[in-house]
């Protein structure tokens, strides 16, 4: 195994089990790695891409005091993993129900960044057979689709939804007809 492929596990694991900003990151992962700014960049930079991490919001204690702020430090930016599997996303679809406002905008923030990712697989994949114009306003459609269903329909739905947004084989055909289906049924 590479220095590389080790030094984007070890961060992975890390940011998996705290969201953590770039400067606390970096101190982590110095415990166990020598590693330098420019690398942890790189790394952070293509799970970006890659989809596997997002940004959960900053971290101002990184200008010690400062009141007048007139730039952005990277070392603020607070990053967390992107969670694919079905489990975890359905956890994220029943906190949608909550009660705690912050614990509801949490869980839609990350769902959106789940599925914008999953629409931009499907625009980019040959059968692209999906009306796709503005993802907010489709995944608004199905979440509302599936809250006004009975009970027994409502969780089928909330498993076919989370298993859709997975990286489970045939994943991205079961969004597709998903979607196509709620928009079938809002005509």
């Given at each position: 195994?590479?220095?590389?492929?080790?030094?984007?596990?070890?961060?992975?694991?890390?940011?998996?089990?705290?969201?953590?900003?770039?400067?606390?990151?970096?101190?982590?992962?110095?415990?166990?790695?020598?590693?330098?700014?420019?690398?942890?960049?790189?790394?952070?930079?293509?799970?970006?891409?890659?989809?596997?991490?997002?940004?959960t919001?900053?971290?101002?204690?990184?200008?010690?005091?400062?009141?007048r702020?007139?730039?952005?430090?990277?070392?603020?930016?607070?990053?967390g993993?992107?969670?694919?599997?079905?489990?975890?996303?359905?956890?994220?679809?029943?906190?949608?129900?909550?009660?705690?406002?912050?614990?509801?905008?949490?869980?839609?923030?990350?769902?959106?960044?789940?599925?914008?990712?999953?629409?931009?697989?499907?625009?980019?994949?040959?059968?692209?057979?999906?009306?796709?114009?503005?993802?907010?306003?489709?995944?608004?459609?199905?979440?509302?689709?599936?809250?006004?269903?009975?009970?027994?329909?409502?969780?089928?739905?909330?498993?076919?939804?989370?298993?859709?947004?997975?990286?489970?084989?045939?994943?991205?055909?079961?969004?597709?007809?998903?979607?196509?289906?709620i928009?079938?049924?809002?005509?």
């Amino acid at each position: 195994m590479s220095k590389n492929h080790q030094l984007k596990e070890l961060t992975l694991k890390i940011i998996g089990e705290n969201e953590l900003s770039r400067k606390k990151l970096l101190e982590e992962i110095r415990k166990q790695s020598n590693i330098s700014d420019k690398t942890l960049n790189e790394i952070l930079m293509s799970f970006l891409k890659e989809g596997r991490i997002y940004i959960t919001g900053y971290d101002f204690d990184v200008y010690d005091g400062i009141k007048r702020i007139q730039s952005i430090k990277a070392d603020g930016i607070i990053f967390g993993v992107i969670k694919t599997d079905p489990l975890d996303i359905n956890i994220l679809i029943n906190q949608l129900e909550s009660d705690d406002p912050a614990e509801v905008k949490d869980a839609s923030h990350k769902l959106k960044i789940i599925f914008k990712g999953k629409m931009d697989e499907i625009k980019n994949s040959k059968s692209a057979d999906v009306n796709i114009k503005n993802t907010t306003l489709i995944f608004n459609k199905i979440i509302y689709y599936i809250n006004i269903q009975p009970q027994d329909q409502k969780t089928v739905l909330k498993n076919k939804l989370a298993w859709s947004l997975s990286n489970e084989k045939g994943s991205t055909n079961l969004l597709k007809n998903l979607i196509n289906y709620i928009e079938s049924q809002s005509e």
